[in-house]
């Protein structure tokens, strides 16, 4: 019998429609304390940059993001047949968001690597026997319609109201889901951070902080027929301070690979260079803007910038004949370079240069003390260090820069990717979006869709503590998932853990290196300052040369004792350095043709976002100091000022004394 969805044979498109899906599987926004400006985020892998300013409101506000939900209606064969709005659909939303930070267990280390086998975590806020309260719950919200009239995400942290999100439509009917405004606070005037209990590192009993994440649904009618739809989840996550730059690997990277490895995606059937090989060798070249160390490897004219034209000419060729192959052993070495997906040892050199999920200050001998990329991206090189791939650079059209541009068919996929591609996988320690869970095959359903617990039904109680076996377990958190359910394993408040995610925490090592989330969190940045000098050509060049080579401390207005760093966080989170595109100086092999800037807003000091090299010193003095304070013969000169082009901390003493997660757990043997 015929199926009656398919068309008969030699009849156009099957156009009717069977099913439909929201798009993107998992959607992320991120708080911003502009009260009104908001934008929409990244829909393609390669969005164009946005003009100076743009992530602003007037006030000098940071812009909140936003995630946008679209519905698409597929046929039998699973081809899309076209996008549902609300001028032709009958589109209704649903969303249930919750922040359950201070309801859960403490942040100390991601629980499903060797080095959490004797951890046992307590419960944040274990003296409250009231637990429900700390769970700030907005319930199920519903919106319908285009330009629909907002509705508010409201919950409760013991009894103070919180809002943690907000539903608007577009005039197509679209969701748009706007997040908090980064509310940190106690209630209760609590600390922050204890500094006689490393443990309260960024697990703050009596705080709450209004980042969220839950399922978003839909209830969808095609000609009054009401057709079933794959639902979504929506993350509310902390700002994107390098909105151009990505991860080396990112969380799309992760769960890629993840489902390859499974059997649930296909591997490339034909490796383009292009598409599949250049962004793993380019991104490290892009961190050059928010790290010191990245500039001078990988950065404009190092050694291995993977932006030079006559470089990428190497990496990118082959023989046309299929006969000797010049490049062969320099692809090799490239690719040799990488940590392997499963390193051995600890050894901080290979690339890249990112704390892993098993940091330890002093380095320790963990295999996961830095990161790697994932096995896919690997399997991807060694392909291409061997030869299998194409060798198209130069040959392709330039990625579509937004989504209209995109073909039909291929939305839904490119959704999918670009609200991921500019999220973190680097260092579960714990991350900035999401952390460690998200690498579990338990959590999903299908690709990129959230495993769903059912609406109401109560997750099991996993008693006032949690271990690597409980946690792992069949009956364990790692599998459907509720409304905050994601969010609730990240550090509390958010703003804590982003004032310490810094950069060469052993100076005796690298001031500048292993670094933990540059592309999300800056460590060194060229200042506006500084690129003024850069792009004057009425400068001398000695001096153009030597501002562009001066990076400036991102962290540079966090000041004082550990609680202070991280109260003014909270309070300047929406001023801290936003690192944007601007043009650079053409035609001049000594500096790039595009740069990445890094502008305050209005709550910082105009002292804390100027560049060093501004002061009486001269840069290169100054470094000469920074060195000196490294070995222990100087000191760097101006009292309580920020190393100048140098460490994220203001005194190897401070590296040496930052706060890290104390691990509780039974002796070892």
Not at 357 to 362: E, K, Q
Request: a negative charge; glycine letters at 8%.
């Amino acid at each position: 019998m015929k199926d009656s969805t398919s068309p008969a044979a030699g009849a156009g498109p099957d156009t009717r429609i069977v099913r439909a899906a929201i798009h993107p599987a998992i959607g992320i926004a991120r708080v911003g304390n502009s009260r009104e400006a908001f934008y929409i985020g990244p829909q393609v892998a390669d969005p164009a940059p946005r003009d100076p300013g743009f992530y602003r409101d007037a006030t000098g506000a940071l812009k909140r993001e936003a995630a946008e939900f679209r519905v698409y209606g597929y046929n039998a064969a699973g081809e899309v047949v076209r996008e549902l709005t609300s001028a032709a659909d009958e589109i209704a939303w649903e969303v249930h968001v919750a922040n359950r930070k201070a309801a859960w267990y403490q942040w100390q280390i991601a629980m499903d690597i060797p080095d959490a086998a004797q951890t046992v975590l307590p419960l944040r806020n274990a003296k409250t026997a009231a637990r429900e309260t700390l769970a700030i719950d907005a319930g199920v919200q519903r919106i319908q319609g285009a330009e629909a009239a907002s509705v508010a995400c409201i919950g409760q942290f013991t009894g103070v109201p919180v809002q943690i999100g907000e539903l608007r439509t577009d005039g197509q009917g679209r969701l748009l889901f706007l997040p908090g405004f980064g509310m940190s606070a106690s209630p209760t005037q609590s600390p922050i951070f204890n500094e006689d209990d490393g443990n309260t590192f960024i697990n703050a009993d009596g705080w709450y902080d209004d980042t969220c994440d839950g399922p978003v649904s839909a209830t969808v009618h095609v000609d009054g027929q009401p057709v079933p739809v794959d639902g979504a989840w929506v993350v509310s996550a902390p700002p994107n301070y390098a909105p151009q730059v990505k991860a080396e690997r990112t969380l799309y990277d992760l769960l890629y690979s993840l489902y390859v490895q499974a059997g649930w995606l296909p591997f490339p059937q034909q490796l383009s260079f292009t598409r599949d090989v250049y962004p793993i060798l380019q991104r490290l070249s892009g961190l050059q803007w928010v790290n010191q160390g990245f500039a001078t490897q990988f950065g404009h004219n190092g050694v291995f910038d993977f932006e030079n034209p006559a470089l990428v000419e190497r990496l990118a060729a082959l023989p046309a004949d299929g006969g000797y192959d010049p490049n062969a052993e320099f692809r090799r070495q490239v690719f040799n370079s990488f940590r392997p997906a499963e390193p051995k040892d600890g050894n901080q050199m290979p690339w890249p240069w990112l704390y892993g999920d098993g940091m330890t200050y002093p380095a320790g001998p963990s295999p996961l003390q830095n990161a790697s990329i994932s096995q896919t991206q690997s399997d991807i090189l060694s392909r291409w260090a061997a030869g299998q791939f194409t060798a198209d650079w130069g040959c392709l059209p330039s990625p579509p820069d937004h989504i209209d541009a995109v073909p039909l068919q291929e939305q839904p996929a490119m959704l999918d990717r670009a609200a991921l591609d500019f999220c973190l996988a680097d260092a579960f320690h714990p991350g900035c979006e999401l952390t460690w869970p998200m690498r579990h095959l338990s959590l999903y359903s299908a690709p990129f869709r959230i495993r769903r617990r059912p609406e109401g039904e109560a997750e099991p109680d996993y008693g006032p503590t949690l271990d690597q076996a409980s946690a792992l377990s069949a009956t364990g958190p790692l599998h459907a998932q509720g409304p905050g359910d994601l969010n609730r394993w990240m550090g509390l408040p958010w703003q804590a853990d982003t004032a310490w995610c810094r950069a060469g925490y052993d100076t005796s090592y690298d001031p500048f290196a292993p670094a933990f989330w540059p592309a999300r969190v800056p460590n060194q940045v060229l200042a506006e300052q500084d690129y003024a000098v850069v792009v004057d050509p009425n400068q001398p060049d000695a001096r153009r040369i030597e501002a562009f080579t001066n990076r400036t401390n991102w962290n540079q207005p966090l000041h004082g004792t550990t609680a202070e760093v991280m109260t003014t966080m909270v309070r300047i989170f929406g001023s801290m350095g936003l690192v944007e595109v601007r043009p650079g100086v053409p035609n001049d092999a000594r500096f790039p043709a595009t740069m990445m800037v890094a502008s305050y807003g209005p709550d910082v000091a105009p002292g804390d976002a100027r560049s060093s090299s501004g002061a009486a010193t001269s840069p290169s003095e100054e470094k000469a100091q920074l060195l000196g304070a490294m070995q222990g013969t100087a000191r760097p000169a101006g009292a309580g000022r920020p190393l100048p082009s140098g460490a994220n901390f203001q005194s190897p003493d401070e590296a040496r004394n930052a706060p890290r997660p104390v691990r509780r757990g039974p002796p070892r043997a």
